[in-house]
Every structure is written in C-alpha cells, then in structure tokens.
C-alpha cells in the first residue's frame, strides 16, 4: 500500500527543482546584463598594450610607478632638466617624428633574412664579440626590402618578428648595393619576455635600453591611451660611469652631481591635474602615461624629447601624425608640459635582488636578464 506522505515528499522536490531553476535563470540573466551594460575594466594591463608591442608584464616598461619612493636629490635633478628644456629650442622639449627616433617593422614568419655588416663607424680596435657569424646579433636579421631607417644621422630601425619572439634595433643603418649595414646594434631574444634591454653592450641607443619600446606608438594614439613608459633623450646626461638600473650603459659626460643618470626614472606625481595644464591632445596623452609609468632617460641627445613611433605603421597611414598634431608643428606639441612638477626615482629603483648561489653563500649574478 503506497504511504500518503508519497505524493507530498514529490511535489516538493519539484517545487525545489523548480525554484533553483529560477534562481538559475536570474543570474543568468544578471550575467548577460552586466556584460552587455558595464564599462570595460580601465585598469592598464597586457591586453591594453599597442598592436605588436613585443614587450610583456616582466619589462621595465610595463612597470607602474605610481607608487615608487622619490629621490633625495630629486628637486636639483628636475631644475636641471628644466634648464636644459627652458634655455634651448624656444624653451620646449621636442616631440620627435621626423627624425631622430625609432621606425618600427613587423615582419612575418616567412621574411627572409639577411647577415647586416658592420661598418666600423666608432673606430674600434677589435670586432665585438657576438656581433657576427653563426648566432651573431647581425646575423640572419629578417629586414623587408622596404625598411627605411629614421631620417637623421642617428639612422635607428628596429624590426620585430612575433615569430621567433625576437628583436632587433640597430644604429647607423644604411643599404647600399651591397646589402645592410649599420654601425651598431643588436638583437633581443624572447622579446616577450624580456626586460626591454640589451645585454653584453649591444643595441642602437646609449643606454642599451630598447629605443623603440619608450616611444609613443600609433596604436598608443589611436586608443588614446600608452600603457607603457616613455624614453627620455635629454641633453646633458650623467657621465658615462654613473648609470641607473635598467640601463645598461650610458654615453653621457657631465660630470655635474645633480646630472640625471641614463636609466633613471621620473613621474608626474598622480596629483596632477592633467586636465587643467591646457595641453595638446598628445601632451596630454603624454603626461597621463608620465603619471602611472614615467619617463625612463634614454640616451643623450641634441635637445630634451620624447619620440614617436614611424616606420611601417606610418607609411601604411601617410599623414598619421600630421593629422594627430592638428597643425601643430612637432617642436610645439609639448608647449606647457609641466617638466618642473617631475619627481625623479631613486637610482636603481626596481632593480630585482641579486639571485642567491647554489650553496647559499652569495650572489651568482642578477635577475635582470634582458633577453
């Protein structure tokens, strides 16, 4: 004989099936709301880089300094970089993309390759280590027939291949009927992964930091954003044998104490209105990226500035910058760029910790591999 309670215990276990399938659909359906209805997260990340930017979460570039400890010497350092803009050029800094900054390629996987000869343009005494032959940094480059180097007598170019994850800029780059040459260079493998400098003395700018990753990129200005730090050319650098992690090395020669080192790092402090400083559109962009991830120095140069990326992905869009200037001439885009509200780093700020040895007793050398 069936109990009566039967009938009871099933109606409620539908009733329950029932209620979680409400439940169910709801969230569904609050899901679907938020995607379709919230804003994208504005937090700066990997996917917000420009299209191609080799250089991943692990570089110095993709550091935020935002929160970084201000150098003890900070104010004398930035009142000498506010002399060196004031005093020369009309008293502002330069934004450069015509010459004298980095042209960008992207080559596929099948571009063939070729070995770039050395022209011993600095006089050297002995062929660099590495340089040539099998494995070398100027061998088995992948350079499109189209590749024009940057108007100047600098000569930068920089080719990408996603491919092989590898990178390379040189410096004084010519083609002749003979083929490529340049004066100096070199290559970075896993770019990706890298820490966005040159090891062993090679690359195309005084620091050995990689040019073409602190420039202000086409895609940066087309999404209205740079996710990255900017490179800082100045005129009168630290000399030679003062340099600040993540340089590699520097070609500066002024012996001045307050003398910004190649590699340091500055800001604009987050407190800073960009809004109100009355800026070009691309100065301000500028100044937005200064705030979360600062200047780094560079290299030394004929006149304080900032570059902007050309190459391939100008000429795919003759008259980008042109237009993006809106009739202001590369020399006034940063009119009014507040230089002396600029906090500098500490020296060596972000340099990660020497690796401890094997046995414990000592380092073995340091984390900041750059390829």
Known sequence: MTSPTAPRRSRRRLAALVAAAVVLLL?????????????PDPQPGPARVAADYPFGPRSVWRTSVREAPVH??????????????????GGVASFNVDQFTASWYTVDADQPTVDVAWTNCQDKDWTPDGLL????????????????PSPGSDGQLTIYSPATDRLWEFWRVERDDDGWSACWGGRIDDASKSRG??????????????????TVWVDDVRRGRIDHALGLA?????????????AQRSDGNNDDEHALPEGVRLRLPADVDVDELELTPLASMIAEAA?????????????????????????????????????????????????DRLEVLPEDWGKPAPKPSPSGSGPSGSRSSGS
């Open 27 to 39: 969230l569904l359906a609050l899901a679907v709301h938020r995607l379709t209805t919230e804003e």
């Open 72 to 89: 003890e010497d900070s104010a004398a350092m930035v009142d000498g970089l506010v002399e060196q803009v004031s005093e020369h050029w």
């Open 133 to 148: 032959g099998e494995g070398g940094q100027f061998t088995d480059v992948p350079i499109p027939d189209d590749a024009r």
């Open 197 to 214: 400098y040159f090891r062993n003395g090679f690359g195309a700018s005084g620091s050995g930091l990689a040019m073409s990753a602190g």
């Open 234 to 246: 100045v005129m009168w650098p630290a000399k030679w044998d003062r340099v600040s992690w993540p």
């Open 291 to 339: 705030q979360e991830y600062g200047f780094i120095v560079t290299d030394q140069a004929g006149a304080v500035n900032v570059g902007g990326q050309i190459g391939q992905p100008v000429a795919d869009d003759p008259g980008f910058w042109e237009r993006e200037m809106d009739g202001v001439p590369p020399y006034q885009v940063l009119e009014g760029f507040p230089w």
